[in-house]
């Protein structure tokens, strides 16, 4: 290599590190980019998720403390419910019957 190529690669290696040095260009992490799977107003589906189900247990709480039933149902008919072991074999068995029974109807 010629001096001179070696000076031009020289100056052309310190242009790029001084472009990197910039105080005029924004990053994405300096600018506050939306992160990934949230809206630029900072406004998420997780925030909507969290508030039905807070509503959800304040409903239960309110109904549990004062004995109300809500569509015929108590809040211990719902703690039953919840607490209730499934049997997923059997309820998938179910349903590949009604399955059948509706194609067969059809």
């Excluded at 949230?38 to 004062?66: H, M, P, Q, W």
Aim: aromatic share 16%; with cysteine.
């Amino acid at each position: 290599m010629r001096m001179e190529d070696v000076d031009a690669r020289k100056a052309y290696i310190q242009k790029v590190r001084n472009s990197f040095d910039s105080p005029a260009r924004n990053y994405e992490f300096e600018t506050g980019g939306s992160t990934k799977g949230e809206a630029n107003e900072g406004f998420s589906f997780f925030k909507i998720r969290l508030l039905i189900a807070v509503v959800l247990f304040a409903a239960y709480v309110y109904c549990d403390r004062t004995g109300t039933f809500f569509y015929g149902y108590s809040a211990e008919d719902v703690a039953k419910e919840i607490a209730q072991d499934l049997d997923y074999q059997k309820t998938g068995e179910e349903l590949v019957q009604a399955f059948h029974q509706i194609m067969q109807s059809e």
